[in-house]
């Protein structure tokens, strides 16, 4: 009969949650921005297991509302704003481009309707070989019926 070593599996893994937990209440101080996914990886654990943590989600969530992830808009100084002239010329040039493209897009367009007309010519009225008509007396093929 084999001996019960449950109670060392089962101590091993409370060590192993316990350090897990620790790694993840300490994963705050790394100075980035508090949120789920970069605890996980600071404390190399996943995403999934930390909101199945109701104390570690609690207070994940706390942090992420004391330290807003993401810092308020803040408008570039005046020096390094584009002048309005200088969109007006981005902007011609995107006009212009567009229509440069436009102009491309419509020709290939045509292009392609004209290739495929000359191929479904083709395809029904069979290849045409330099003349308007078909030869008259061209010996016609008769198969067996």
Known sequence: MRADNSRHVI?????????TRQRAVTADATGQ?????A??????????????????RAEIQRLRQRHPATPPWQA??????????SLLRRLEAATARIRHLETDN???????????????AIEVLGPVNGRDTPKKNSPKI???S
């Open 11 to 19: 101590a091993a893994a409370r060590r192993r949650a316990e350090q």
């Open 33 to 37: 921005p508090i949120t789920f996914d």
């Open 39 to 56: 605890v996980s990886r600071a404390a190399g654990v996943s995403r999934s297991w930390l909101y199945a943590q109701p104390d570690l």
């Open 76 to 85: 570039p100084p005046q020096r390094q704003r584009a002048s309005d002239t």
């Open 106 to 120: 419509q020709q290939l367009r045509d292009a392609l309707a004209r290739a495929l007309g000359e191929r479904r």
């Open 142 to 144: 008769i198969g067996p």
